[in-house]
């Protein structure tokens, strides 16, 4: 099986930066990818990670190390639209079906 | 691109009637679509696998019989929850990949059942 482990919560304040790490220990592993999600809307794909290093998509970036069976998302400049819920998801292949097995989630408040 | 649609965007039914998600790729060919059930505050949790033509693959403790999924052509694929019941609320999400090759999912805009 999968699981994934992130905080539950973080909050910062417009303008400051925030890392949100997840770690994970999974079978098959693949890739580790983030997605953000308003309250009530469909997860949006932020970034993917294959690869050790980092991977940066403007104030996003995001950083996996395969050896630790960690990655983290960091956000820069923070803007109050950031506000979301952000999820680490494993890329996984399951059976004969490539599958996402997502973490928990962290509610991302940012302050004014 | 790859813009994925779901409808309803909210339903209300009584308890022991089915009712039917539908969950559409607009402007790409979807030969897999995913069934994700949310609650509040938590995470997402795949539900069953839908493969266009052929049976869908249901995870451990999903109930086939129940969560009836239906993948008819390349672009819809339909949920059913038969004889729902209040604890069958929940946020139900689908996503399509665009490729075979590909891991990428892109989500629908979900929907909010209440069951009462």
């Known amino acids: 099986g999968q699981s994934l482990e992130q905080p539950s919560e973080v909050t910062a304040v417009e303008g400051a930066i925030v890392q949100i790490n997840c770690t994970y220990q999974?079978?098959?592993?693949?890739?580790l990818s983030w997605y953000q999600q308003h309250d009530g809307g469909a997860p949006t794909f932020l970034s993917y990670?294959?690869?050790?290093g980092l991977e940066e998509t403007g104030r996003f970036s995001s950083f996996l190390s395969r050896s630790d069976s960690y990655g983290y998302l960091l956000l820069q400049e923070l803007q109050m639209k950031d506000s979301a819920s952000y999820f680490c998801a494993v890329r996984v292949f399951s059976g004969s079906a490539r599958q996402l097995t997502f973490g928990s989630g962290t509610q991302l408040t940012v302050l004014p | 691109g790859a813009v994925v649609s779901q409808h309803p965007s909210r339903v209300i039914c009584k308890s022991g009637t089915s009712v039917k998600i539908e969950c559409r790729s607009l402007?790409?060919?979807?030969?897999?679509m995913f069934w994700y059930r949310q609650f509040p505050k938590k995470s997402l949790m795949l539900m069953a696998t839908s493969n266009e033509g052929s049976k869908a693959t249901y995870e451990q403790g999903v109930e086939k019989d129940k969560f009836l999924i239906n993948h008819a052509s390349l672009t819809l694929s339909t949920l059913t929850v038969t004889s729902a019941h209040p604890e069958d609320s929940s946020f139900y999400i689908c996503?399509?990949?665009?490729?075979?090759?590909?891991?990428?999912?892109?989500f629908g805009p979900g929907t909010r059942l209440t069951v009462t």
């Open positions: 402007d790409f060919q979807a030969t897999t």
């Open positions: 999974t079978s098959g592993f693949y890739g």
């Open positions: 990670n294959a690869l050790d």
């Open positions: 996503s399509a990949r665009v490729t075979g090759d590909s891991y990428e999912q892109y």
